[in-house]
């Protein structure tokens, strides 16, 4: 099948996903009201098969060092499955799924798939790796840009999270391994939630979004002036050194999210 955009729709709900464009989501509307931030970098994109940066781009891999392009430099960032297209695989009024092939720079062949479900009030989005020959250690996350402000002399988006501990970050934008109570924002920071990732977005008398996975770290970005980026994944920055989840032919790594909103 193409890697054409695709409209999914559910009540008053309506998300866009581009394959075509590394298989983001590029849109979604509430009510006709855009909750990412436009344009052809942003909207929400998947973090695969690394998640934020990788330490001078080199990670081990059972014996061998692998080097990955300093997309970051000094670091790798974000994966190589955003710069891609994906493909589409099966399309229904509400459901699309996607899927994209790991290939050079990334040294083991293996399948990505991406499944986006969407409700009248929420959009779940389901992200699997599945090795062909070799295993190797690997990441999932997502990197939603929403909007800092919906316009119409709104107020700015509030975030709301209890999370266990933060990631000391280095000078280097790295964890150092140390954990911290954690802090006030604004944050570019990893911070650990054990009993699964539970973030909510408020935007006063608008809107409320909770950001929900089974997976217990969460990046939250909020440094621009545009958007808040909440990134749930599998594992921390610099995870492919420090907390690699192994992909085997025999066992796929997968993880899911969900965004779930109500009126205010």
Same mark, same amino acid.
């Given at each position: 099948m ?15 996903v ?8 590029g849109?979604?509307r ?6 990412? +931030? ?6 929400c ?9 990788? +330490?001078?781009?080199r990670?081990?891999?059972? #014996?061998?060092?692998?080097? %990955? ?5 000094? $670091? ?8 891609g297209?994906?493909? =589409?695989? +099966? ?5 699309a799924?996607? =899927? ?7 040294? $083991?062949? #293996? ?5 986006f =479900? ?8 389901? %992200?699997?790796?599945?090795? $062909? ?23 700015d988006v ?9 990631e000391?970050?280095?000078?280097? $934008? ?18 650990? %939630?054990?009993?699964?990732v ?5 935007w006063p008398?608008?809107l ?7 997976e ?31 992909? =085997? ?13 109500? +009126?205010?």
């Amino acid at each position: 099948m193409s890697n054409e955009d695709i409209t999914l729709t559910a009540g008053d709900a309506e998300v866009t996903v581009a394959p075509g464009n590394g298989g983001r989501v590029g849109s979604l509307r509430v009510g006709g009201v855009e909750l990412l +931030r436009q344009g052809a970098k942003f909207g929400c994109f998947p973090m695969v098969p690394w998640c934020g940066r990788i +330490r001078d781009g080199r990670f081990l891999d059972g #014996a061998a060092v692998r080097q %990955m392009p300093l997309n970051s430099p000094p $670091h790798a960032i974000h994966g190589t499955a955003r710069d891609g297209a994906w493909t =589409t695989a +099966r399309v229904t009024g509400s459901e699309a799924v996607i =899927t994209y092939d790991l290939v050079d720079p990334w040294p $083991h062949p #293996a399948r990505v798939t991406q499944s986006f =479900t969407l409700t009248e009030d929420a959009l779940t989005l389901t %992200m699997s790796v599945e090795a $062909h020959a070799d295993s190797f250690p690997a990441q999932i996350g997502w990197h939603p840009w929403f909007n800092r402000n919906l316009g119409e002399g709104g107020e700015d988006v509030r975030v709301d999270f209890r999370p266990a501990w933060q990631e000391e970050r280095g000078d280097d $934008h790295l964890p150092t391994g140390h954990r911290l109570d954690p802090e006030p924002g604004p944050w570019d920071d990893c911070f650990g %939630m054990p009993g699964g990732v539970d973030v909510t977005l408020t935007w006063p008398g608008r809107l409320e979004l909770k950001v929900g996975s089974r997976e217990e770290w969460v990046v939250v970005y909020d440094e621009q002036e545009a958007a808040v980026c909440v990134e749930p994944q599998t594992g921390p920055p610099n995870g492919l050194n420090t907390h690699p989840r192994l992909v =085997t032919p025999i066992e796929p790594l997968e993880a899911t999210t969900t965004w779930s909103w109500r +009126r205010l």
